[in-house]
């Protein structure tokens, strides 16, 4: 078993002994469900393995990293009340099975047991960990305020995409290593290097993920292709393309972004014609090469032997070389 | 200035000095609004003069103070998008004035806000502080959902409606002494004594905020009577005059709550008549009575005195007398 396998199944049984479960049960067992999924746990997994890096001892890093992951969780269940989705991870999502107010609640309990997890954590630093969580979850519900803002502003910049998905993703990848390290009693560099490391990663993924919404394979991905041109989510490679695109390729661009959401399958195959046309796949995938790179340069100015890395390097490989 | 007095300035001047502005401003500016409104700020004065009692120095007990008053303002925010309520306070709502998802996002924001005051706490008790938010915070959210599901459940007992609004509104207003007891390090006894005082001082609040609904003075009460009836709320005095009511005053009951919501005079007067020929005003208020006097007696309790207790006792009598 590979230390990254050893340590999610220290992740997975400790959440599988937690118990999620009280009254009233419509409060509760949402929290059971959508926790009992799974998914890929990533964030208490960079938790501990940066907790590990430095030299922490991971049990004493669970409380917080599951914090993160229920945090998270509190993040889908609350975006899927506003984007009104009916699944996520092929299930049902909260909104849906249930119902709105009950998701709205459900998640606001979510979000209190994750602070709630932290209390337990070790008093040398739970006070440490306390803030970083409080920044960062504001952070992301400042990126989703810009996500939904770009749905009804015509003028989105590259640059503010950039600085959304920032908010909305990286960020709590950069926190949740940099809350191992500070488990672990990192130094301060090694904790900032740390930090943007888990920023650039997250950049890397989410335009990877915009990318796979678009060119993912079916089987692998697990849902239909175009979901995001569906919805008319201003993307890197939309807002690229719009950047690039002659006159008219523009105006159908806009045009078809302003069509009720829903699949149209014509007019998922005119959007990813004028990618192609504009190359905007390869473009994307340049910029994210770049950002896993430089994470990959804030991992190698951590002053640690190159060896003590390679479990941490090779998880970052594995998100960046996913096919889902 | 009365002590009851001098703290509230001390409240409201620390609040106008917060900047609870920033970016994206769809975020922040319903913050900004809902929190500059003022209301009663009955949740911080309760803190402060809890911590004054027991010796505590006030200012260390402001940060505490004020993440209560926030965390109050999200339950506002985030029930009044499940209520769809139009108007809180003689104003519009967050939900209304700009829409669900915003409310639904800055709510979410100001949750977070009220833990991250916590942590400008003394460390000496701050972990104590957090724990205490964390559990009365999801106590809340547990009492908002059992008032969710009253509105489609016909058995409602009357002890089932005592402990929503024990979970809804009385816990907070427990909780905050009880901040106000840590702070100023109370010893365990008397920490106990003064939440339970603002339990009972809690539930004689909402018993008679029920009755105001019904019978308060429309000028000074500032909205129209009979919001609750309307709204088919399954208060105390609905569910006494069910308990006591002939089989057909009963099915009228029924029936008339299962109108869509929304204000109608004559179903409004045909209900209050029955309230009226069960006496279930009177049977309410003596219920109200017996907890504010039960209040009293924790007060009592306290192993300090009985002079030093005058304060709180006078502000308790006020809640108690308030006219809205």
């Not at 509760?28 to 959508?34: C, G, K, L, V």
């Not at 041109?229 to 719009?242: E, F, G, Q």
Request: proline share 2%.
């Amino acid at each position: 078993m590979t230390k990254v396998e050893s340590i999610q199944e220290l992740i997975n049984k400790y959440i599988d002994n937690q118990h999620f479960d009280g009254n009233p049960s419509e409060l509760y067992e949402p929290i059971e469900y959508i926790l009992r999924q799974g998914g890929k746990r990533m964030r208490p997994t960079l938790c501990l393995l940066a907790c590990d890096l430095f030299g922490g001892n991971i049990d004493d890093c669970l409380t917080p990293a599951v914090a993160a992951e229920i945090f998270h969780n509190f993040t889908l269940v609350h975006d899927d009340i506003m984007d009104q989705a009916p699944l996520r991870r092929g299930m049902e999502t909260v909104y849906h099975k249930w119902n709105s107010d009950i998701a709205l609640l459900s998640g606001d309990t979510m979000l209190i047991k994750a602070f709630q997890y932290v209390l337990n954590t070790n008093k040398l630093y739970s006070h440490q960990v306390f803030a970083e969580l409080c920044k960062v979850a504001i952070e992301v519900c400042e990126g989703q305020q810009y996500d939904l803002n770009f749905e009804t502003q015509d003028n989105v910049s590259l640059d503010a995409y950039l600085k959304m998905i920032r908010l909305k993703t990286a960020v709590l990848l950069g926190s949740v290593l940099k809350i191992g390290a500070i488990v672990a009693q990192a130094n301060e560099k090694d904790t900032e290097n740390i930090y943007n490391f888990g920023i650039d990663l997250g950049m890397a993924f989410q335009l990877q993920d915009d990318i796979f919404d678009c060119y993912g394979d079916v089987k692998v991905f697990g849902k239909m292709t175009g979901g995001d041109i569906a919805d008319n989510k201003k993307t890197y490679l939309y807002l690229k393309a719009l950047e690039l695109a002659s006159e008219e390729d523009k105006a159908t661009l806009r045009e078809l972004f302003k069509m009720p959401k829903g699949r149209d399958e014509k007019k998922i195959q005119t959007v990813l014609n004028i990618y192609s046309k504009y190359d905007v796949k390869n473009i994307v995938t340049k910029l994210m090469t770049e950002y896993y790179e430089q994470s990959l340069q804030h991992l190698d100015n951590i002053d640690l032997p190159a060896e003590r890395k390679e479990t941490l390097k090779t998880y970052a490989e594995y998100l960046y070389k996913r096919n889902k």
